[in-house]
């Protein structure tokens, strides 16, 4: 369990974060949501210790930041970062899930036949068991983000934060990868911009604006427009099949 | 056959397949390994005076483990043997492996390819203290070795200014160390050049211009064993934190969600391998191209691994090293050329080879 409160974050001379809060929630995929520039993947990062709030608590386990070594963090906390750095180094996807079990060892241990058994079982939940000696570079975008969702899943930590996991992805990965993390029943939060991604695949929201989250809630309660339009300035309508609601977006109110 | 027992099935033959991987590149490694061995034989028989393989593993094994002396060998080669080519090819061997190694590391700590033994700015450093004792004897009293004294103390003088620039916004970023080491780097070259400029002398001049592209000509038994121990320290440490490499490798965000802090692991494994460089270039110059080289054609053979790549690169640019060093001492005999002109010539189109191999987007 993940818990942040009144986090402040000062970058140069920006006020990132003013106040923000946001928890993980037992075996729930929330969702961190909000306009470019509100702090979404600078509140995510506070979490797992790559920025340190000016002001603030972060709790791991009821344990402040702080007081935890970078491994301790890793080991309650794995991460789906925006890096792309793996792609040009010519990596195959079993040593890159492998990394995942780094936590597991020390320094100067070699990995196990268990830790390849774990990468193994991780690459098969993803649905890309055989892809082991492939090499990164040569996946589709799909496949890349799955990959790196399996390298989290051999980290074996109770917690997952995703930064923007449907990045540059088309429509059908952008779904393929929601189902994927909805269907591990981590406790997760993943940073999306995709309004109609994140009141489908997500259990609970958290709207972010200028460095504060404004609204929390199961998805039916922040995504109307009377929320959404003040903070976006746009227009919002909620449309209805029958099965799902989603929103459709108008021009900018000037 | 039930779909559990197919997965299994096809879990196992990856995982031997994986196994098959790994035994090829530990092999490749015993492979290389060995042909270093070799090459330093070979290369320790050549010269004006050719010594064959087994007179020179008697002549190591009469000093080192007693072997009777016998008369195929004359007194010189005795003198030639373990005198002179010993300890400059061993020079080569430990220099050629830091650089390497070095390489290695800079390259996975900026993330960038281009990345090389010398872009701290140590090697600068090295050469303005070099300079500064072979142009007007400056730490003449520190006796027979005061130029690769003088060498080490400029490297360390450097290592500390990049560090206090790199640091003093915060963490130790790749581009923070980057600019700081170009930074550091053509201020001490500039002070290395106005020392040649005001020493006005020729001969001085022709002495820092030998020292600054390198030569294993001022191999010794006495210096040896401080650059094995300080550059062979510096070359373990590194490979006990070959996964933080990878890690690093992956991205900033990806180390840290993965327990390696980079701040403090850039730190640590730069002052390191500073250290390394300060070794090798107060021994033998300032060698270019091998610790650039010898990582990239190390990584096409063993893939980008750190725990393979690391002995990869050391074994490769020990290789590099000695066989540039037979070629700088015998082109132009019985004149040496700077082996740093050697490497250069071999190294340029090397790189120009693997850069049109590499992958399109890489």
């Known amino acids: 369990m993940i818990a942040a409160t009144g986090i402040d974050l000062r970058l140069g001379a920006v006020d990132v974060l003013a106040g923000a809060q946001l928890c993980t929630r037992p075996g729930q995929v929330v969702g961190l949501i909000g306009p470019n520039g509100s702090g979404k993947s600078s509140l995510l990062r506070c979490l797992y210790g790559m920025l340190r709030p000016n002001r603030g608590a972060v709790l791991i386990g009821g344990e402040a930041i702080e007081s935890l070594s970078q491994r301790s963090i890793a080991r309650a906390v794995a991460v789906v970062a925006q890096d792309t750095s793996a792609d040009g180094i010519g990596i195959t996807v079993g040593e890159f899930v492998l990394l995942g079990r780094h936590i597991h060892r020390g320094d100067h241990q070699g990995f196990t036949d268990h830790d390849r058994r774990v990468a193994l079982d991780a690459l098969a939940l993803v649905d890309l068991s055989g892809f082991a000696e492939r090499s990164l570079h040569e996946l589709s975008g799909g496949e890349r983000q799955r990959v790196m969702i399996a390298r989290c899943i051999a980290q074996q930590s109770p917690v997952m934060l995703l930064d923007e996991p449907t990045n540059h992805l088309d429509v059908r990965y952008q779904h393929e990868t929601l189902m994927l993390v909805r269907s591990l029943e981590i406790d997760s939060i993943v940073v999306l911009h995709d309004l109609n991604l994140a009141g489908r695949y997500c259990d609970h929201l958290a709207l972010l604006d200028r460095g504060t989250v404004v609204h929390q809630g199961p998805p039916e309660n922040v995504l109307r427009s009377d929320v959404l339009e003040p903070v976006y300035g746009i227009e919002v309508r909620r449309l209805a099949d029958g099965q799902h609601t989603y929103l459709a977006f108008g021009p900018p109110s000037l | 056959m039930s779909a559990q027992h197919e997965a299994a099935t096809a879990d196992r033959a990856q995982s031997a397949s994986s196994a098959g991987w790994d035994w090829s590149r530990r092999s490749t490694l015993i492979g290389l390994a060995l042909v270093s061995v070799v090459s330093m034989i070979v290369a320790i028989g050549l010269g004006p005076v050719w010594v064959t393989p087994p007179t020179v593993l008697r002549i190591i094994g009469h000093h080192t483990i007693g072997v009777p002396e016998i008369a195929s060998w004359a007194r010189t080669d005795d003198a030639i043997i373990w005198e002179v080519r010993l300890?400059?090819?061993?020079?080569?061997?430990?220099?050629?492996?830091?650089?390497?190694?070095?390489?290695?590391?800079?390259?996975?700590?900026?993330?960038?390819?281009?990345?090389?033994?010398?872009?701290?700015?140590?090697?600068?450093?090295?050469?303005?203290?070099?300079?500064?004792?072979?142009?007007?004897?400056?730490?003449?009293?520190?006796?027979?070795?005061?130029?690769?004294?003088?060498?080490?103390?400029?490297?360390?003088?450097?290592?500390?200014?990049?560090?206090?620039?790199?640091?003093?916004?915060?963490?130790?970023?790749?581009?923070?160390?980057?600019?700081?080491?170009?930074?550091?780097?053509?201020?001490?070259?500039?002070?290395?050049?106005?020392?040649?400029?005001?020493?006005?002398?020729?001969?001085?001049?022709?002495?820092?211009?030998?020292?600054?592209?390198?030569?294993?000509?001022?191999?010794?038994?006495?210096?040896?064993?401080?650059?094995?121990?300080?550059?062979g320290v510096g070359m373990v440490l590194v490979f006990w934190w070959r996964r933080r490499l990878d890690l690093l490798a992956l991205g900033e965000d990806t180390a840290m969600a993965s327990g390696v802090d980079p701040g403090r692991t850039r730190l640590i494994l730069v002052v390191v391998v500073a250290l390394c460089v300060g070794f090798a270039v107060s021994l033998s110059g300032g060698i270019g191209f091998v610790g650039l080289a010898a990582p990239h054609i190390a990584r096409r053979i063993v893939g980008p691994i750190h725990r393979h790549l690391i002995p990869a690169s050391a074994a490769l640019g020990a290789l590099i090293l000695v066989w540039a060093d037979v070629a700088a001492r015998m082109a132009l005999q019985p004149r040496e050329l700077p082996i740093g002109v050697v490497t250069g010539v071999l190294g340029a189109p090397v790189l120009v080879a693997l850069v049109r191999k590499l992958p399109h987007n890489s």
């Open chain 2, 87 to 231: 300890p400059r090819v061993l020079l080569g061997v430990i220099v050629g492996s830091a650089l390497g190694v070095v390489g290695v590391t800079l390259q996975a700590l900026v993330r960038n390819p281009l990345a090389e033994p010398y872009i701290l700015g140590v090697s600068s450093g090295a050469s303005a203290g070099a300079a500064a004792a072979i142009l007007f004897g400056v730490g003449s009293e520190l006796g027979a070795e005061s130029v690769s004294s003088m060498a080490f103390l400029g490297a360390l003088g450097a290592l500390a200014i990049v560090l206090a620039l790199a640091r003093s916004t915060g963490r130790i970023t790749p581009s923070r160390m980057l600019v700081a080491g170009g930074a550091v780097s053509y201020l001490l070259s500039a002070t290395t050049s106005l020392l040649i400029l005001f020493a006005d002398s020729t001969e001085g001049a022709r002495a820092v211009m030998f020292w600054l592209l390198g030569s294993l000509a001022n191999a010794d038994w006495s210096t040896l064993p401080i650059g094995y121990f300080g550059m």
